[in-house]
């Protein structure tokens, strides 16, 4: 397993290299201008190079998940759609059609749907019936939008899918579905030299690269694909309520961001610059620190996810939980120029920071 997880990581790194040159050849880059401010055009690579580790892995072990071929199907079309929209900026209602069309087809073809919340309402399991597969497919659309909006400055949606990923990894071993648990850390370790290479570890920024909306979508939607394999099965791993928790930050960011958008009688799907790592660097916040902020806020969630599901807490305690946190969340958003200006001032800070790295503003 070691031998094979090092082989994953240097394979990644290669893909790296390859796809960059690639990258810069039919210019699949990312050009600076007034509000993206790194030195010069960045290969949109990254989730070309984590897709190849995975697609040859799920090629050699076809076992490790259900309905192996659906589930490269569709990645592969998320994959492709992700390509033209870095290369052309498609429109957000051809997306929408697209990932519609892909849960469908998992949910036809892969029967991976979404049909039992748990118990997040007492005693008894809530069955969607026949909601079930509308929800499967806000569901899916909805996760692989949640990651593709994080995607805001260099490492975080990295870091985000490694913690939500391992978490997997470590309910699905603790369940005794070793090549669901392995599958996950190969994930993990084809996603790490991205994050590496993105940060400018240990090369510099020369050779930095972005994720892309390939890679963003993509990672979304394997996420969904694993947490409805866990949750919905006869043999669950764990319950609905836990993939809240172990995705946490994605979620609430995405759903706030939803809200606050819908409130000002904007599109959904309006670009903006009030994701919560944005807001972090206007408190004064460096890109840095709000990486490390973000992500052990992610880690914290997931920790108490995993902790939950071990030691069987009922499920309308984590979800109302849940509840309550996305509600102070919200707020917190919601108020967070009045917030930004009261811990200027207690915090003696009077000028901003930069706002770091320079993808176009997601969604």
């Not at 394979?11 to 600076?32: E, G, H, M, T």
């Not at 519609?100 to 991976?112: K, P, Y």
């Amino acid at each position: 397993m070691i031998l094979t997880t090092i082989a994953l990581f240097m394979c990644s790194f290669l893909s790296l290299f390859v796809f960059r040159k690639f990258a810069i050849y039919i210019n699949l880059v990312d050009q600076p201008n007034m509000r993206k401010h790194h030195n010069g055009p960045v290969p949109l690579v990254g989730g070309l190079a984590v897709f190849v580790v995975v697609f040859s892995y799920l090629v050699i072990y076809p076992d490790s998940i259900s309905s192996t071929f659906i589930y490269l199907f569709c990645a592969s079309i998320l994959l492709v759609i992700g390509v033209f929209d870095d290369l052309y900026d498609i429109s957000f209602r051809l997306r929408l059609l697209v990932q519609a069309f892909i849960s469908t087809m998992m949910m036809v073809f892969g029967e991976l749907v979404f049909t039992n919340a748990g118990q997040i309402f007492g005693g008894f399991d809530l069955e969607l019936s026949y909601f079930s597969y509308l929800v499967t497919v806000v569901v899916v659309v909805g996760a692989i939008n949640a990651y593709n909006m994080v995607d805001g400055i260099d490492g975080l949606l990295g870091a985000l899918a490694t913690i939500t990923f391992a978490s997997l990894g470590l309910l699905f071993y603790f369940n005794g579905q070793i090549q669901l648990a392995v599958f996950c850390m190969v994930v993990v370790a084809a996603t790490i030299p991205y994050i590496l290479m993105n940060l400018g570890i240990p090369l510099g920024q020369r050779f930095k690269i972005f994720m892309g909306d390939a890679g963003s979508t993509v990672i979304g939607f394997s996420v969904v694909w694993l947490l409805l394999e866990g949750s919905q099965s006869e043999s669950a791993a764990f319950n609905p309520v836990t993939g809240l928790w172990i995705a946490a930050i994605p979620i609430m960011d995405a759903i706030s961001t939803i809200i606050r958008r819908i409130k000002k009688g904007q599109s959904p799907f309006k670009p903006d610059r009030e994701h919560l790592h944005h807001i972090l660097q206007r408190l004064g916040v460096g890109p840095k620190m709000t990486l490390f902020v973000i992500s052990m806020l992610g880690c914290c969630f997931a920790l108490v996810g995993i902790l939950a599901q071990l030691n069987s807490v009922p499920d309308y305690y984590m979800f109302y939980g849940f509840i309550f946190c996305l509600i102070v969340y919200h707020q917190i958003m919601v108020n967070i120029w009045r917030l930004t200006v009261r811990a200027r001032r207690f915090f003696g800070i009077s000028k901003k920071q930069p706002e770091g790295k320079a993808h176009k503003v997601k969604q």
